[in-house]
């Protein structure tokens, strides 16, 4: 018998997204499984989406002890090897910082160097707090605007010194 292929779709410690797409009948199959799954010890609880073809686990342990219960009571085959499209949590800061410096490059030549993101930035969380401040509204949507900007500032001149 071929087992279905399952793979990750998403992880945190003790959490697992599992994608089983080459089901038949998922409406029949994912109840089966999710029985199943509840037998073994280290599984908290199982959530199954038949529409979206995935399960969800708690569990202690390895996920190879998933991996190889699966496979012994014929549920499904599942790849623990990391894709490339699940993206971690360190590289997608880095690819929002890399943007942001992209962006504050672009910003900095098309003004001729009259402005960059933290300049924006104050400027805009000023004139929020200024319009907070007009609306009577002082505490905290008005102090807590401002506090932020002259942190961004403070954080702007920081950065710029080590560069």
């Known amino acids: 018998m071929i087992l279905p292929k399952a793979y990750i779709a998403h992880s945190l410690k003790h959490r697992v997204r599992i994608r089983v797409r080459s089901v038949r009948d998922p ?8 029985t199943e799954l509840q037998q ?8 199954t989406n038949p529409v979206t073809r995935s399960l969800v686990l708690a569990y202690d342990g390895n996920i190879a002890t ?13 790849d623990i090897t990391p894709k490339e499209n699940v993206i971690s949590k360190k590289c997608l800061s880095k690819k929002v910082r890399h943007r942001l410096k992209r962006f504050d490059e672009r910003l900095a ?8 993101l933290s300049s924006v930035a104050f ?3 000023i004139a929020v707090s200024i319009f907070q401040m ?8 008005a102090l807590s605007l401002l506090d932020t900007a002259v942190r961004a500032l403070i954080n702007a001149k920081e950065v710029r010194q080590y560069e």
């Open 40 to 47: 073994l010890d280290r599984i908290h609880y199982v959530k």
């Open 27 to 34: 409406s029949k199959y994912f109840p089966k499984v999710k």
């Open 66 to 78: 998933i991996k190889t219960y699966a496979k012994e009571h014929k549920l499904f085959d599942l």
């Open 123 to 125: 400027t805009s969380l």
């Open 109 to 116: 030549k098309a003004s001729e160097g009259s402005l960059d």
């Open 134 to 141: 007009y609306r009577g509204v002082f505490f905290p949507p």
